[in-house]
């Protein structure tokens, strides 16, 4: 049988969030016929054994160590489905959610990737994520109310949602394997735009959100780390030679301004966190370079149609 939806959702030691999760897609009111792929960053918890004992059709990728987001990868690969829905696992889904996404993109071959509107799991009035936003200083963040309005709308980039198969043959992964966890949907969000492809958020698709597992078992400084190094790894993977030079100053500044804010809020280590990212930028130049020539190969726009979508009014409030 053809499978339209691959179900691909990550873990790591989070039983109750995955049955949840599981049996969240199994209540959908769908049309379509989908596969469920869970990949385990090695648990150590009763996950699989659970999964295995409550849901036989489920498929489980053991992982022998924790690889963060990019363990979506391998989920991918054994799929099946015309598209991809990846999330995490702490998620319940709303029942007509799927259909919504599906239908959107059927219809329009230009979207590449279509994410839900996250409302709180425990608060189903209140907004978790509504769409994003990213700065040429290649700062980003999300939007936990409703600026973006009640429309379908074109949106950077975003770390969940349905995606096209297609587009992730092309592209070569979901997200690069060397970024663990922070700036992964960045990166994803910006190469399907080289491609000439969009991402759009769908506030009528809507998922019920419990909260970040990486921000309870990682220490702040450490998650600062990530993301200032991966965001930096994708600003020269993915703009021209020209807009780096034009750029580049602006992205120093900006974050030499965070690392001040950091010292006048006391927060040392984030600070030292922020320079060690571009420190280890330096350091490793050229495996970064060898990067950008293979993401490179995937460009089909200008940079003028890339950073159509880049904004700096959110950023500064």
């Known amino acids: 049988m053809k499978v339209k939806v691959s179900f691909v959702l990550i873990c790591y030691n989070e039983k109750d969030e995955v049955l949840n999760c599981i049996k969240s897609i199994k209540r959908l009111k769908t049309k379509h016929s989908y596969e469920i792929f869970l990949c385990d960053n090695a648990s150590t918890d009763e996950t699989l054994e659970e999964v295995k004992n409550q849901f036989k059709d489920v498929n489980i990728i053991a992982l022998p160590k924790n690889i963060g ?12 489905g015309e598209y991809v829905f990846f999330t995490g696992s702490d998620v319940g889904l709303k029942e007509d959610m799927l259909d919504q996404l599906v239908g959107l993109m059927d219809k329009n071959k230009d979207i590449a990737q279509a994410a839900p509107k996250y409302y709180s799991f425990f608060d189903h009035k209140k907004i978790d994520v509504a769409g994003t936003w990213l700065s040429r200083s290649f700062y980003s963040g999300t939007f ?15 770390g969940t949602g349905l995606v096209r198969m297609s587009i992730l043959k092309k592209i070569g992964y979901l997200f690069d394997e060397d ?14 735009r080289l491609l000439g492809y ?5 506030p009528s698709s809507v998922v019920y959100h419990v909260g970040s597992v990486s921000q309870r078992i990682h220490k702040q400084h450490y998650l600062t780390f990530l993301m200032e190094r991966n965001l930096l790894t994708t600003f020269f993977k993915i703009v021209s030679f020209k807009n780096i030079i034009t750029l580049l100053p602006y992205i120093i500044l900006m974050r030499l301004i965070a690392m001040l804010r950091d010292i006048f809020s006391l927060k040392f280590l984030n600070a030292f966190a922020r320079l060690k990212a571009l420190v280890w930028i330096l350091l490793n130049f050229a495996f970064v370079i060898k990067k950008r020539k293979q993401t490179q190969k995937l460009r089909k726009v200008s940079d003028k149609e890339l950073l159509r979508v880049f904004s700096e009014s959110y950023m500064f409030g």
């Open 179 to 192: 970024y663990f966890i922070y700036g992964e949907d960045v990166d994803l969000g910006l190469r399907i």
């Open 69 to 80: 987001t990019p363990a979506y990868n391998a989920g991918i690969k054994k799929s099946k």
């Open 198 to 202: 969009k991402v759009v958020y769908v």
């Open 144 to 158: 936990k109310d409703n600026t973006l309005g009640n429309k379908i709308v074109e949106i950077p980039y975003i």
